[in-house]
C-alpha cells in the first residue's frame, strides 16, 4: 500500500471495511501505527482508534507480537479513560495478553477493572465478554453479565416497583438504539447457549425483548421514520420533568435522546440517503398536537404525527451531519467531534 501523507478518518472507516481483503493488510496496519507515531493523522483524536484497528489486524493474521503493541499504543493514545473507546482497546489488549501465558493474570486484572463498565457503556458487554471467551473465561463472562442484568433489573425495579417484561421492554430501547439492559442480555444469552445451560427467566426476557425489537423495527421501516424527532436541552428538560412516561419513547436523559438520534442518522446514512436533517420539536408544539388530535401523548401515533407536522418547516430542520471540527449539531456548543459524534459508537 502506498504511504499516504495524511490519513483522514473517511480512509480510517475505508481501511476498517477493507484492509483484510487488501493484498498486504499486515503493511496497512503498519501504516496506520506509523501514522499515528508521526503526526500524519489529520484529527490526532483518531491515534487510538488506528492504533486499535491495526491490533485487530495484526491479531487476526496471527501476528500477536505486533499486536500486542499496536493495543499497548492504543491504550496511551485515549487521554480520557472514560471515553467508550478505550474500553474497547483495553478489552482487546487483555484479550491478547491472555495468548503469552505468563500474562495471564495480568489479563483477568484489566478485565476485572473494567467490569463496571458493563452497566454504563452498550458496547461493553460484547467486547468484554468475546476477551473473556478468548481466555477460556466463560464461566466469568456468564457470572459477570448475570450480575449486571440483575443490579439494572434491581434498579429499575426500586424505580418503578416492577420488573415485569412489558416494562423492562421500555428500558431496554429502540431498535434503532438499543439500552444497555438489552446488550447485557443479548450476550449473558449468548453465553449462557454456548455454555448449555438450562434456559431461565433472563433468557426468556432476552427473547421476548428481541422479538419486541425486531417488530418495532419493522413497524420504524414502515412509517418511513418519522418519529425521529429532536428536542433542544431546555425543551427535553421540560419535557420528561411534566411527561416522565415519555423517556421510554424519546430518552431517560438528553445524552441518551441525542444517542439514539445520532445512531439512527448513521444508520440511514449507511443505507445511502443524504441531505439528512434532525426536525426540532417543543413540548408546546407536541402537546398542542396531541390536543388536537385528541390522542394521548404516549400514543406513538402522536409522536409520529408531530415529527411529520414539524419536518416540512425550514427553520425547525438541522441539517446533519456538520463537519468533524464544526459545531455540534446538538447546539451544546462542543465541536462535533467531542459530542455526538462519539455517541453513534455509544
Known amino acids: 500500500m502506498p504511504t499516504k501523507d495524511v490519513i483522514t478518518s473517511a480512509d480510517l472507516e475505508e481501511f476498517r471495511r477493507s484492509a483484510l481483503g487488501a493484498a498486504n493488510p499486515l503493511g496497512i496496519a503498519a501504516e496506520l501505527a ?7 493523522l489529520a484529527d490526532p483524536d483518531d491515534a487510538g482508534d488506528a492504533l486499535t484497528l491495526a491490533a485487530e489486524i495484526a491479531e487476526v493474521r496471527a501476528k500477536l507480537d505486533a499486536a500486542l503493541r499496536y ?56 467486547y468484554l465478554s468475546a476477551s473473556l471467551d478468548a481466555g477460556g ?42 439500552g444497555i439492559l438489552f446488550f447485557l442480555l443479548q450476550q449473558r444469552h449468548r453465553v449462557r447457549r454456548n455454555l448449555n445451560l438450562p434456559h431461565d427467566r433472563n433468557d426468556d426476557l432476552a ?11 419493522e413497524q420504524q421501516q414502515q412509517t418511513g421514520g418519522t418519529d425521529l424527532l429532536f428536542f433542544p436541552q431546555g425543551e427535553f428538560d421540560r419535557l420528561v420533568a411534566d411527561h416522565p ?12 435522546h441525542r444517542a439514539r438520534l445520532e445512531r439512527e442518522l448513521v444508520r440511514q446514512a449507511n443505507t445511502g440517503r443524504g441531505g439528512l436533517t434532525v426536525p426540532a420539536g417543543t413540548v408546546d408544539g407536541l402537546t398542542g398536537y396531541a390536543g388536537r388530535t385528541g390522542a394521548e401523548l404516549t400514543d ?34 462542543l465541536k462535533y467531534k467531542k459530542c455526538c459524534l462519539p455517541r453513534s459508537r455509544s
Open 300 to 333: 406513538p401515533e402522536v409522536r409520529a404525527g408531530y415529527a411529520r407536522e414539524v419536518a416540512p418547516r425550514p427553520a425547525a430542520l438541522i441539517p446533519w451531519p456538520p463537519e468533524r471540527n464544526e459545531a455540534c449539531w446538538c447546539g451544546s456548543g
Open 245 to 256: 412516561d415519555l423517556t421510554g419513547a424519546y430518552g431517560a436523559d438528553w445524552d441518551e
Open 137 to 178: 473465561r466463560s464461566g466469568t463472562a456468564e457470572e459477570w453479565l448475570s450480575d449486571a442484568v440483575d443490579t439494572l433489573l434491581g434498579e429499575r425495579a426500586s424505580a418503578t416497583g416492577t420488573t415485569a417484561a412489558e416494562d423492562v421492554a421500555v428500558e431496554a430501547g429502540t431498535p434503532e438504539a438499543p
Open 71 to 126: 493495543a499497548e499504543r492504543a491504550v496511551s493514545a485515549y487521554p480520557d479513560p472514560d471515553d467508550p473507546r478505550a474500553g474497547f482497546a483495553r478489552a482487546l489488549r487483555a484479550r491478547l495478553l491472555f495468548r503469552t501465558p505468563d500474562r495471564v493474570d495480568e489479563a483477568m486484572a484489566e478485565l476485572t477493572a473494567l467490569r463496571p463498565l458493563l452497566t454504563r457503556e452498550p458496547d461493553a458487554a460484547a
Open 207 to 217: 427473547d421476548r425483548l428481541e422479538t419486541q425489537l425486531v417488530r418495532r423495527a
Open 34 to 40: 506509523e501514522a499515528a507515531e508521526q503526526g500524519r
